[in-house]
């Protein structure tokens, strides 16, 4: 088998026999891996700290989010006075403690325009301390995790890393594939000095956890920046995502659910009412968390205080249990519910890629979804580890491996037309795609053009 390198093209023994498919199925496995792997293993890392985010949280953020239980609970008024006294600024949200032992949050617009989480206990109503809005040590790892701090670019690069890795899956699958005469299917054979252990390992970890992979990629694109973006307007243009019904005859503002913090995918661009009047005075925040509590909102829910005359209460809560998510609105002068959406009001779309995205964060079944999950991305990374280890070894001398073009063209346009058909559901894959097989051909006629 040839194998192409720089300057020159050499025979690499033992992969004469071959066939073209094989060679061109091979040829763009090694590609989606060049590509995906480092994304492959930062992802899996992060994750791997982002399924426990709640119980680190609560580890090295003690001090501030938990208390002990008390026999009743402060107003809510009263921490949030308490709070913008310590802190002056605006109050703009209010979360209610998620568990007996956890903190009331407040969220705090300061005068030069930073937010800040205040955290308070909800028995005293005492002040624990703060943090800029997002700061904790989850955050961040959802930061990297999700390339955020690279803007669109990075959520962008994101979104081909996860198109190829699908990629990377059905390619494997087919080099994996049992053929006569083959071993390492399901057993690792050799010992780690050896290439065949570390190409046995691969094989063998990768058809274990290539669906998961194809779950966590499939299951990640709702919040890429362009699919995702797409699929959620059509699901919700289409009553496949939040129901229009919803909205019909309720006075509504040009706000929407993302601007007021987060948000499920379903209900990022879903409008937010405007209270119907315009009473002498509100009904203000204690009664509004009591008449939230006395729709019976799963503890933890957030609340969006109102900050101009037409504004509305807002509580929306998204728990592990996906069936318990709800977004409630209140007319913040009747207290009067304008909008009570759960997940059971959702379309068909909307329902299928909230709770795949809750499983995908560790969170539908418990700790049981966290460990499976834990397992995959250590699993990620060591075949990661192995595909990096399986090269180096196979790799030769000057060279960058690339398995050779089939001697029969017409397999590798036959592979080339299976990846269009991603290319079309992921159309920014398509493109990395496009822009992949042009350099592919122009170094392929360089190396020949120096050959000659």
């Given at each position: 088998?040839?194998?192409?390198?720089?300057?020159?093209?050499?025979?690499?023994?033992?992969?004469?026999?071959?066939?073209?498919?094989?060679?061109?199925?091979?040829?763009?496995?090694?590609?989606?891996?060049?590509?995906?792997?480092?994304?492959?293993?930062?992802?899996?890392?992060?994750?791997?700290?982002?399924?426990?985010?709640?119980?680190?949280?609560?580890?090295?953020?003690?001090?501030?989010?938990?208390?002990?239980?008390?026999?009743?609970?402060?107003?809510?008024?009263?921490?949030?006075?308490?709070?913008?006294?310590?802190?002056?600024?605006?109050?703009?949200?209010?979360?209610?403690?998620?568990?007996?032992?956890?903190?009331?949050?407040?969220?705090?617009?300061?005068?030069?325009?930073?937010k800040l989480a205040v955290y308070a206990n909800p028995y005293t109503g005492a002040i624990l301390g703060s943090l800029p809005d997002k700061g904790t040590i989850m955050y961040l790892i959802r930061d990297l995790h999700s390339l955020k701090f690279f803007g669109t670019i990075g959520r962008g690069a994101i979104e081909i890393a996860a198109g190829w890795a699908i990629l990377l899956v059905g390619t494997g699958v087919y080099l994996w594939w049992p053929r006569k005469g083959r071993g390492g299917a399901l057993s690792v054979r050799g010992r780690p000095r050896q290439r065949i252990f570390w190409r046995d390992l691969h094989a063998v970890t990768g058809i274990f956890v290539g669906g998961?992979?194809?779950?966590?990629?499939a299951t990640g694109m709702p919040w890429s920046v362009f699919w995702?973006?797409?699929?959620?307007?059509?699901?919700?243009?289409?009553?496949?995502?939040?129901?229009?019904?919803?909205?019909?005859?309720?006075?509504?503002?040009?706000?929407?659910?993302?601007?007021?913090?987060?948000?499920?995918w379903s209900t990022q661009h879903?409008?937010?009412?405007?209270?119907?009047?315009?009473?002498?005075?509100?009904?203000?925040?204690?009664?509004?968390?009591?008449?939230?509590?006395?729709?019976?909102?799963?503890?933890?829910y957030a609340v969006a205080i109102p900050n101009?005359?037409?504004?509305?209460?807002?509580?929306?809560?998204?728990?592990?249990?996906?069936?318990?998510?709800?977004?409630?609105?209140?007319?913040?002068?009747?207290?009067?519910?304008?909008?009570?959406?759960?997940?059971?009001?959702?379309?068909?779309?909307?329902?299928?890629?909230?709770?795949?995205?809750?499983?995908h964060l560790g969170q539908q079944f418990g700790l049981a979804n966290q460990l499976f999950l834990l397992a995959a991305c250590m699993a990620i990374m060591a075949l990661a580890v192995s595909a990096a280890v399986m090269w180096w070894k196979r790799r030769p001398s000057g060279s960058l491996g690339v398995p050779a073009l089939p001697n029969d063209r017409s397999k590798l346009a036959g592979v080339i037309v299976i990846l269009a058909v991603g290319g079309v559901i992921y159309p920014l894959v398509g493109a990395s795609l496009v822009a992949m097989l042009c350099l592919d051909l122009a170094a392929t006629r360089m190396w020949r053009t120096k050959a000659a």
């Open positions: 088998m040839t194998d192409i390198i720089i300057g020159r093209t050499t025979t690499v023994a033992g992969n004469n026999n071959a066939s073209d498919l094989y060679r061109a199925v091979w040829r763009w496995h090694f590609y989606a891996g060049l590509l995906v792997l480092p994304f492959l293993i930062t992802l899996a890392l992060t994750g791997a700290l982002y399924l426990f985010r709640d119980e680190i949280d609560a580890v090295v953020h003690s001090d501030l989010k938990r208390v002990e239980v008390g026999t009743a609970l402060a107003a809510p008024s009263a921490m949030i006075a308490a709070a913008t006294a310590q802190y002056p600024g605006e109050a703009m949200k209010f979360t209610t403690p998620a568990t007996p032992t956890a903190s009331a949050e407040i969220t705090v617009k300061q005068a030069n325009g930073e998961v992979i194809l779950f966590l990629a995702g973006d797409k699929v959620n307007a059509w699901a919700n243009s289409s009553n496949f995502g939040y129901p229009s019904g919803f909205w019909t005859n309720i006075p509504m503002s040009d706000e929407h659910m993302n601007h007021q913090g987060e948000t499920s879903a409008m937010v009412p405007n209270s119907s009047g315009h009473a002498a005075s509100a009904i203000g925040i204690d009664r509004a968390v009591a008449i939230f509590d006395g729709l019976e909102v799963a503890n933890g101009a005359p037409t504004d509305v209460y807002t509580a929306s809560v998204f728990p592990d249990d996906v069936e318990r998510q709800r977004i409630v609105h209140l007319d913040q002068y009747t207290g009067k519910p304008l909008i009570d959406l759960s997940y059971a009001d959702f379309g068909a779309a909307a329902k299928a890629l909230e709770w795949g995205i809750s499983v």
